[in-house]
């Protein structure tokens, strides 16, 4: 069964910086694109940025400078360094994954990230 693990959430002021980890279950090079989402309270889950297997990067506008993606693929791993923090970027942050053996997408439980003014 596939699985993500995130870690790394926490609270921080604004300004500050957060590391974000996410493992993925199973064999080596076992994932396509990995990204990062977020939600915050009454809205929609975002995208915050995406990572190829080849480390073609993609990011949304708000977080472009400021957060940085990047994988280690033999271990299935998936970061995402957050400088510069605004309390805007507040929300869970899930995890999520394409997995090469069946093409389906799955998700992290999500970890909580709190941005203080």
């Known amino acids: 069964q596939v699985q993500l693990v995130e870690s790394g959430g926490g609270l921080v002021q604004a300004g500050g910086s957060l590391r974000l980890s996410c493992a993925g279950s199973?064999?080596?090079?076992?994932?396509?694109?990995m990204g990062w989402y977020r939600q915050a309270p009454g809205k929609q889950r975002e995208l915050v940025a995406t990572?190829?297997?080849?480390?073609?990067?993609n990011y949304a506008d708000s977080v472009k400078g400021r957060f940085t993606i990047s994988r280690d693929n033999a271990k299935n791993l998936v970061y995402l360094q957050m400088n510069s923090l605004k309390p805007e970027d507040t929300g869970v942050y899930y995890c999520?994954?394409?997995?090469?053996?069946?093409?389906?997408?799955?998700w992290g439980q999500g970890t909580q990230v709190t941005v203080s003014s």
């Open positions: 999520n994954a394409n997995y090469r053996k069946n093409l389906r997408d799955y």
């Open positions: 990572i190829t297997s080849g480390g073609n990067t």
């Open positions: 199973g064999s080596p090079f076992s994932y396509n694109v």
